[in-house]
């Protein structure tokens, strides 16, 4: 049976390690290449190139009604992940804890701007980790946690996608590792364009949480 599917795809890739050219860096650019080769665009967004300040003191994220004040670039940033029809969370294990750039987009994202309408609700999601040896899956679930509380829809395969390596192109050793990120990149764009190719009426009727936010409960 012939189909008229829409196969283009959009994904953002969020790089969230303050070294360039590491480990991560090579990650990323590996996963573009390998989306591109599937016929999708790709905007990566390396975290340590924006102005990205922390949460600050005020406490107003638990009675604002509208995004954070704080002037710098997470409007833009917000805006090129919420055109994507898919996002990858890439970055580090430092200091057994995910990367502080990674770390602070989290948290200022979360309270700051997605809680309010959960606009990145049904995009496709998932995560890949680069550490030497210890404390992936910690970072890794860190990761998923957000996206579950972003309200994405997950897709793995199988594995968790971690990539060992310490110093720089350590990684791009990792066969296994690699493996299982090909995987995962390929069932994200499955998953991403069956629901590209969904009726939005019947994505309305079976994918629209019944709950509220958190902060008006």
Same mark, same amino acid.
């Given at each position: 049976?012939?189909?008229?599917?829409?196969?283009?795809?959009?994904?953002?890739?969020?790089?969230?390690?303050?070294?360039?050219?590491?480990?991560?860096?090579?990650?990323?650019?590996?996963?573009?290449?390998?989306?591109?080769?599937?016929?999708?665009?790709?905007?990566?967004?390396?975290?340590?190139?924006?102005?990205?300040?922390?949460?600050?003191?005020?406490?107003?994220?638990?009675?604002?009604?509208?995004?954070?004040?704080?002037?710098?670039?997470?409007?833009?940033?917000?805006?090129?992940?919420?055109?994507?029809?898919?996002?990858?969370?890439?970055?580090?294990?430092?200091?057994?804890?995910?990367?502080?750039?990674?770390?602070?987009?989290?948290?200022?994202?979360?309270?700051?701007?997605?809680?309010?309408?959960?606009?990145?609700?049904?995009?496709?999601?998932?995560?890949?980790?680069?550490?030497?040896?210890? !404390?992936?899956?910690?970072?890794?679930?860190?990761?998923?946690?957000?996206?579950? /509380? *972003?309200?994405? @829809? %997950?897709?793995?395969? $199988?594995?968790?996608?971690?990539?060992?390596?310490? !110093?720089?192109?350590?990684?791009?050793?990792?066969?296994?590792?690699?493996?299982? /990120? *090909?995987?995962? @990149? %390929?069932?994200?764009? $499955?998953?991403?364009?069956?629901?590209?190719?969904?009726?939005?009426?019947?994505?309305?009727?079976?994918?629209?949480?019944?709950?509220?936010?958190?902060?008006?409960?």
């Amino acid at each position: 049976m012939k189909l008229n599917e829409d196969l283009s795809l959009h994904f953002v890739i969020i790089a969230g390690s303050e070294r360039s050219d590491g480990n991560t860096d090579q990650i990323t650019h590996y996963t573009s290449d390998f989306l591109a080769d599937q016929h999708c665009s790709i905007d990566i967004i390396y975290l340590r190139d924006y102005h990205i300040k922390p949460c600050g003191a005020c406490g107003e994220c638990n009675i604002r009604t509208q995004p954070c004040e704080i002037a710098d670039d997470m409007p833009s940033i917000i805006k090129r992940i919420q055109q994507a029809d898919a996002v990858i969370y890439a970055a580090p294990v430092h200091g057994y804890g995910l990367a502080h750039p990674m770390q602070i987009f989290i948290e200022r994202a979360g309270v700051g701007y997605l809680r309010f309408e959960r606009p990145l609700a049904n995009k496709v999601a998932g995560a890949v980790v680069m550490g030497r040896r210890y !404390a992936h899956e910690a970072v890794y679930h860190q990761l998923i946690n957000n996206i579950l /509380l *972003n309200r994405m @829809i %997950l897709v793995g395969s $199988g594995y968790p996608t971690v990539i060992h390596g310490g !110093a720089p192109g350590s990684g791009m050793r990792d066969v296994e590792g690699l493996a299982s /990120l *090909n995987a995962h @990149i %390929l069932r994200m764009i $499955g998953m991403a364009r069956l629901l590209k190719n969904t009726p939005q009426q019947l994505l309305q009727t079976y994918l629209h949480a019944e709950t509220v936010n958190e902060r008006a409960a």
